[in-house]
């Protein structure tokens, strides 16, 4: 009896693993902007160690007004002055239920960092970031 339940377990514990991973948000995403709807980035979500991760890995508009590469100049710590292009902006994001959570996500306009969770609903990446009680929800589209 004690078998059939652990094999039981074990079945369950293995098939939420298949779920989750056939759901998984791993590929490049086009960032989408709120209020004009137009593409402004693309970002690689990756997988590390167990974790989620995402690269800006493009901009629409890369360079500044003077033709420079445009920076995180808001940034703190390691990312300040560094080009927005490669600059990791989801990190740590963990399998929970349906969705990932317990990581950050970087706005590289303003330099800030949010609590960070995602999630796939119709094809589209769902990407929420938390101050407190208060959130905001972007869309994200399949990349290339």
Excluded: H
């Excluded at 709807?37 to 500044?64: C, H, R, W």
């Excluded at 969770?117 to 929800?137: M, P």
């Amino acid at each position: 009896m004690k078998q059939l339940i652990l094999t039981m377990g074990m079945s369950c514990i293995f098939c939420s693993g298949v779920v989750l991973a056939a759901d998984s948000p791993v590929g490049r995403w086009k960032t989408v902007d709120d209020k004009t709807g137009e593409v402004k980035s693309e970002v690689q979500i990756y997988e590390q160690g167990g974790k989620l991760f995402g690269k800006i890995t493009a901009l629409t508009d890369p360079n500044d007004k003077q033709g420079k590469p445009r920076i995180c100049s808001e940034c703190k710590g390691a990312d300040k002055d560094k080009p927005i292009v490669g600059l990791v902006i989801v990190k740590d994001l963990s399998p929970s239920k349906d969705r990932y959570k317990g990581g950050t996500i970087l706005d590289p306009e303003d330099g800030k960092v949010y609590k960070a969770e995602l999630w796939k609903e119709d094809g589209k990446l769902k990407v929420r970031g938390y101050i407190g009680f208060f959130y905001k929800t972007q869309t994200w589209a399949k990349g290339n």
